[in-house]
C-alpha cells in the first residue's frame, strides 16, 4: 500500500490534534480539582485552555499546582497582639 504525502500529512495533523485534545482534557481536570479557586477563576482558566491551545493548557496547569501547594499563614489585624499588653 502506497501512501501519498498528503496522506501523511493528515495523519500527523490527526496525531497532534488527538495530542492536543489530551492535554486540554488533562489541564481542565486538574483546574477543576483545586478546591480554592473561586468560580470566576475557574471558569476563566478553563476558557484559556481552550482558546489557547497547547499554551494555555500548559499554564494553566502550572497555575493550578502552584494554587494547590500549602501557603503558610499570614497574620492579619485580627491576629495582632499588643506588645504593651492591651491586646
Known amino acids: 500500500m502506497v501512501v501519498s504525502g498528503h496522506e501523511k500529512l493528515m495523519r500527523v495533523v490527526t496525531i497532534i ?3 492536543l ?10 483546574v477543576i480539582r483545586v478546591p480554592n479557586l473561586s468560580q470566576g477563576n475557574r471558569f476563566l482558566q478553563l476558557a484559556v485552555i481552550w482558546l489557547v491551545p497547547l499554551i ?3 499554564l494553566c496547569i502550572a497555575f493550578a499546582r502552584n494554587e494547590t501547594i500549602e501557603k503558610p499563614p499570614t497574620k492579619n489585624s485580627g ?3 499588643d506588645p504593651g499588653g492591651y491586646g
Open 17 to 19: 490534534c488527538l495530542l
Open 21 to 30: 485534545v489530551v492535554i486540554q482534557t488533562y489541564a481542565s481536570v486538574v
Open 56 to 58: 494555555g493548557g500548559i
Open 79 to 81: 491576629d495582632f497582639i
